[in-house]
T-cell receptor, first 110, second 115 residues
Framework: GQSLEQPSEVTAVEGAIVQINCTYQ??????LSWYQQHDGGAPTFLSY????GLEETGRFSSFLSRSDSYGYLLLQELQMKDSASYFC???????????FGKGTRLSVIA | KAGVTQTPRYLIKTRGQQVTLSCSPI?????VSWYQQTPGQGLQFLFE???????NKGNFPGRFSGRQFSNSRSEMNVSTLELGDSALYLC??????????????FGPGTRLTVT
């Protein structure tokens, strides 16, 4: 089967750095995506990693290690507006092509 | 370019009834996927349509069905509603089929409450 594991909650201080980890088990793996969802809002795409290594987009970076079936989302210079749920999602060749984790609720505190 | 739109935004139904939800994808997008989101369960994939054909289907009972029209608009139907069907139903569109497109554009969702 397919499964993803990510922490359910993370709390971090404004201005700090936080890392949200995601481990996965799947066959036919293509890549790992990250989505952000604010309360009452729609999920929005943040990043995608198909190859090992770090991808940087502004304050957000995403990392993938295919050999370890592991990835993370790194948020730097945290702002209050970053408080949201973050979902990792595996893109694969199965009947459910995009499988989401249960999400990590990030709370940024002053 | 207008985003993904879903109607209605909120819906209250009674057990045993059926419901139809609608989704209009971003212009030019041919893939539409549907997800069910409940607290603690994340987003669970229902099905995906690409060029009017169901390409993939998640592990949901046959009470959940959908279709896509020639203009890429999609509908999903849930028959014989159960209390457990209460959820946020999200529609997402992409330029290509899901396997080729890791970037999904989500609509605001339809909040369905079954009483």
């Amino acid at each position: 089967g397919q499964s993803l594991e990510q922490p359910s909650e993370v709390t971090a201080v404004e201005g700090a750095i936080v890392q949200i980890n995601c481990t996965y088990q799947t066959s036919g793996f293509y890549g790992l995506s990250w989505y952000q969802q604010h309360d009452g809002g729609a999920p929005t795409f943040l990043s995608y990693n198909a190859l090992d290594g770090l991808e940087e987009t502004g304050r957000f970076s995403s990392f993938l290690s295919r050999s370890d079936s592991y990835g993370y989302l790194l948020l730097q210079e945290l702002q209050m507006k970053d408080s949201a749920s973050y979902f990792c999602a595996v893109l694969n060749s199965g009947n459910t092509p995009l499988v989401f984790g249960k999400g990590t609720r990030l709370s940024v505190i002053a | 370019k207008a985003g993904v739109t879903q109607t209605p935004r909120y819906l209250i139904k009674t057990r045993g009834q059926q419901v139809t939800l609608s989704c209009s994808p971003i212009s030019g997008h041919r893939s539409v996927s549907w997800y069910q989101q409940t607290p603690g369960q994340g987003l669970q994939f229902l099905f995906e349509y690409f060029s009017e054909t169901q390409r993939n289907k998640g592990n949901f009972p046959g009470r959940f069905s959908g279709r896509q029209f020639s203009n890429s608009r999609s509908e999903m139907n849930v028959s014989t509603l159960e209390l457990g069907d209460s959820a946020l139903y999200l529609c997402a569109s992409a330029t290509q089929d899901t396997v080729s497109s890791y970037e999904q554009y989500f609509g605001p969702g339809t909040r369905l409450t079954v009483t």
